[in-house]
């Protein structure tokens, strides 16, 4: 197969070109075999379509709901994406800018002195005890939780 290029002109190893103007997938862009054959009969590809659209949309949308509690709201978010992506290249195109810049962001931090690395880790500890804290103050301390835990929780200010 060839090398393509994408539509910021840099050539893909895997030959795939996701630049061109449809918003889905076509058959000689997949790379697995049965969902080639599903893209072949409009019927199929249609259902197949809408099923990958209805539950990537409502995995992204369930994790877009969850950034700002705490958890893995941005891992689903992607995971979301990646569902969709499979099948529409709009979200392929997301998902390649959403890596880049995770990439870059990394790359930016690890290049930083170690003092600056731990001020990011500290910065990020501390949004994630506001988070909870915030979480805690709106919906009280979880009945889940053992008593050794919330105890200490419920003497937190603000937290009921």
């Known amino acids: 197969m060839s090398e393509k290029r994408s539509s910021a002109g840099s050539k893909r190893p895997d030959g795939v070109d996701y630049s061109d ?11 697995w075999a049965w969902r080639a054959r599903l893209r072949r009969n409009r019927a199929t590809h249609l259902a197949w379509r809408s099923v990958v659209g209805i539950v990537g949309g409502l995995v992204t949308v369930a994790g877009l709901v969850m950034v700002p509690a705490p958890g893995p709201g941005w891992l689903i978010v992607f995971f979301g994406l990646m569902i969709l992506a499979s099948e529409f290249e709009f979200a392929q195109r997301i998902l390649m800018f959403a890596r880049r810049q995770v990439g870059r962001w990394n790359d930016w931090v690890m290049a930083q002195p170690v003092w600056v690395r731990g001020l990011v880790a500290f910065a990020t500890l501390l949004l994630v005890l506001a988070i909870f804290w915030g979480l805690f103050a709106l919906t009280g301390v979880p009945g889940f939780l053992p008593g050794w835990m919330a105890d200490p929780l419920r003497q937190v200010p603000g937290v009921a």
């Open 21 to 31: 103007e449809n918003i889905t997938l076509d058959a000689h862009e997949d790379r």
